[in-house]
């Protein structure tokens, strides 16, 4: 049954890549990308240091512009995603831009036969795992592309954030701490996070939630050690409808309780 998720999120995120390349809301600064500016996030960019000669795998890369982002800081980058339209408009900026990449169209947990391995870093952010069903699988395939001592860099919403939704100004309890693999969370969005309003056809998607013991605890039993994990009360996009604009990022509005809306970790391959 994962293969007829895959398939049905696969077809969600080929149509949402031409309604994100059309960036009418922003929430993909393409004109500024173009013009030289750096697409990471204030978290990505305090923590990941230089990055200068290394070899660099970004997982679920979709069009490319952090993957990008990173060959500009001087890595030497592979992008991975399994929508194969999100790899074409990836391969036409890097030509366009001149910015050497490579780009696979592979899912993600066949990254170490379609890549080849030998990794210094796996890059991985912002609605990552969440499409995932299999963590453990995800954590091998990491591994799997990571030389030794190399390291994996993840950072994304965080698993409390991810439960809830709101209501009237209010949070309350929407998705379920953690999903089985054949039970996922199902979301039917008539439009894409961008929010232009350009109805989806494909709009139905399937999801996981993974608490931090399965993240963790899968990297471990996959030879990864934590290095760091940090919690963060910023997010890149606006998961809910009251949240402000904080610099780049997105914040609580004043008054709600805060809770932890964004994480990222650090693990190296023993």
Known sequence: MNEAYFAANRASWDERVGVHLRDTTGVYPLDAFRKGA??????????????SGKRILHMQCHFGIDTLSLARRGA???????????IAAARAFSAELGIPARFV??????APATTGG????????????IWLPDIDRWAAAVAGCL??????????????MMMFTERDGR???????????????????????????T????SRTYGWLHPFSAIIGALEANGLELEFLHEHEMVPWRPFPSMVREGEMFVQAPGQIRIPLAFS???VKR
């Open 118 to 129: 030998g990794f210094d870093m796996v890059f991985t952010s912002w609605g990552t795992t």
């Open 105 to 110: 169209e592979a899912n993600v947990y066949d």
């Open 265 to 267: 970790l650090l693990a």
């Open 38 to 51: 750096d697409t990471l996030t204030p978290i990505e960019r305090a923590e990941l240091g230089d990055v």
């Open 147 to 160: 030389k030794p001592g190399g390291s994996l860099y993840l950072a994304d919403g965080h698993p409390a």
């Open 199 to 202: 109805p989806l056809a494909n």
């Open 171 to 197: 949070l309350e309890l929407g998705w379920p701490w953690r999903n089985a693999k054949d039970d996922p969370s199902i979301e039917d969005d008539p439009q894409s996070y961008a929010g232009d309003g």
């Open 76 to 86: 030497d980058v592979t992008g991975l995603d399994f929508s194969p339209k999100a």
